[in-house]
């Protein structure tokens, strides 16, 4: 009776839980990362975004500012 239940378990994907959002995704939502033990960025995709965009806008007041910066 355990054998199927471990085998359920066996297939699902390794999940990984996003700090921001605080949902469990599989690692594949998260940025690749070799800083980090398990080689993925804490912060899901979208969040990861998210949180560059509002520091971007917050820092440098937006897009166009930030990239004439760069340049």
Known sequence: MD????QRLDDLPPLK???????????????????YRDG???YCK???NARGKESKERLYGGSRHYHLMRR
């Open 46 to 48: 979208p969040c990861h």
């Open 3 to 6: 054998e199927p239940r471990q």
């Open 40 to 42: 993925r960025h804490p």
């Open 17 to 35: 839980r996003c700090p921001d959002c605080g949902l469990a995704k599989p690692l594949e939502e998260f940025p690749r990362n070799r800083n």
